[in-house]
């Protein structure tokens, strides 16, 4: 009994269906481009409504020329159906105009032809002309309304009683409408041109900039690469000084060159940010998708905590989950994320603790990192994540390029998670990160979504 109610309750409701029915109806072929096609689709709601229009006509007077006027809309909604979209405009277009004449010649014998009947039989001319005007050109939709009022205009030559005394007056609505309509389509097309120019100049110049930044970040990428491989030679050189390997040094020495060392590793981070970001500017940043046990990274990422707090007034608390699900990513970016936060925590905080915290919700695992250090304003929130840009603060030691969080954003984005802050002034600030637990399969193809994307 319940596999049925859910069977009935996921089938299409009569709307639904409807609705799909329509759409099936006014469908164009698929083997016209998309401005035929698009205009295939008005033809046919037109002959359509036509169509429909015609069989409530012939249900309440049942005449030739209704029947004729359902089976000719019919057929040429078929022609527009099978992609014969232009045959069938051409046919729709002298069909109508030639219906005028046929209403004229089917006044009973003995009826005046008075200027007002005349005048709301003309009207219907402007039935096709509208259409012209909607569909075709400027041009031809002009041929189109010039040949519909000589036609309409030759009337007195072969329809018995009509004068042109009693024509010209109730033409002049129609005329004065089909010119206004013109007007309006010419108008439509000029501001569509001048849209089409604008938006060619924007994409030029959109692609111009964009060529532009990807060279100068493949620049940057490049002279990060190059000014780092000399720098880690200087490191290690002076650290082989500072640790006696090359010969003795006295302590005044040795606590210059740590100094240099430090100052050295500071520049190191600097130029891996900018790298970094340079590589995600440009799109050659990838990811290595591999296990990550998620107590193993924050517990190493709690051991580092641990040796920069060292010399603060700062307790680091841990409150993780035991046994949270391994998941696939890159974990060397992963653990870089979560360094990233819990060094400007550190950074930020002068005196109280730093927590830790992360629990599996929903198939999610999620991380917090909370201090309580001098917070961000709600105005400089939005700066966090963009590179180059920091919020204010009034410490000076700590010092930055402004690019770590941002480089976490996109690395937490690139696994399909989020990342988020909450944050008041004087009371502290809160990271979340929220990332999805993945198969290998899963990641690898988020891994391709994202190379494609670039």
């Known amino acids: 009994m319940t596999s049925q109610t859910v069977k009935s309750s996921d089938q299409p409701s009569i709307t639904t269906k409807s609705i799909n029915a329509v759409k099936w109806l006014i469908r164009p072929h698929p083997k016209l481009n998309a401005v035929d096609a698009s205009n295939a689709t008005v ?15 012939f249900i309440f007077s049942p005449t030739i020329a209704i029947a004729g006027t ?11 159906r099978m992609g014969y979209f232009r045959q069938s405009l051409i046919l729709t277009l002298i069909l109508l105009v030639m219906g005028v004449r046929f209403f004229f010649v089917q006044l009973p014998d003995g009826e005046l032809y008075t200027p007002y009947r005349i005048g709301s ?9 509208f259409i012209a005007c909607t569909i075709l050109s400027i041009r031809d939709a002009l041929i189109m309304s010039i040949s519909a009022f000589f036609f309409v205009l030759s009337f007195p030559l072969w329809v018995h009683g009509v004068e042109y005394s ?3 007056q109730p033409i002049s609505f129609p005329f004065v409408a089909t010119v206004l309509t013109l007007l309006l389509a ?13 938006l060619e100049k924007t994409r030029q110049a959109q692609h111009i900039a964009e060529e532009a930044n990807k060279t100068k970040s493949q620049f940057l990428a490049n002279m990060s690469h190059e000014l780092r491989t000399p720098l880690n030679a200087i490191l290690n050189f002076s650290a082989f000084v500072a640790d006696g390997v090359m010969g003795p040094v006295n302590n005044e020495q040795e606590e210059m060159l740590r100094q240099s060392i430090s100052s050295g590793n500071h520049l190191l981070a600097l130029i891996n940010d900018v790298l970094d970001i340079t590589k995600i500017e440009a799109g050659l940043m990838d990811l290595f998708i591999q296990p990550v046990d998620m107590n193993e990274t924050l517990r190493a990422v709690e051991s580092v905590g641990k040796g920069l707090v060292k010399n603060k007034d700062i307790r680091l608390e841990m409150d993780i989950e035991d046994s949270l699900p391994t998941t696939y990513g890159d974990k060397r970016r992963l653990r870089q994320v979560f360094l990233n936060i ?11 603790e730093i927590t830790i915290r992360a629990k599996l919700i929903h198939k999610r695992i999620r991380v917090e990192i909370k201090d309580t250090g001098i917070g961000i304003a709600q105005e400089d929130q939005t700066l966090v994540f963009e590179s180059f840009k920091q919020a204010k603060h009034d410490i000076h030691e700590a010092v930055g390029t402004g690019l770590g969080m941002p480089i976490s954003k996109h690395f937490v984005e690139s696994h399909q998670g989020k990342i988020w802050l909450e944050s008041k002034v004087g009371k502290g600030t809160t990271f979340f990160v929220e990332l999805p637990v993945l198969t290998e399969a899963e990641a690898m193809q988020i891994t391709m979504n994202v190379r494609e994307q670039q």
């Open 342 to 352: 819990l060094s400007n925590a550190i950074k930020f905080t002068t005196e109280g």
């Open 121 to 129: 039989v003309i009207s219907w001319i402007l039935i096709p002309i």
């Open 186 to 198: 010419l108008h439509r097309n000029n501001l569509e041109n001048i849209r089409s120019k604008e």
């Open 43 to 57: 033809l046919m709601i037109f002959l359509l409504g036509y169509f429909i229009t015609s069989i409530f006509g």
């Open 70 to 80: 359902t089976v000719f809309s019919a057929i040429l909604y078929g022609i527009a």
């Open 166 to 168: 009693n024509l010209m």
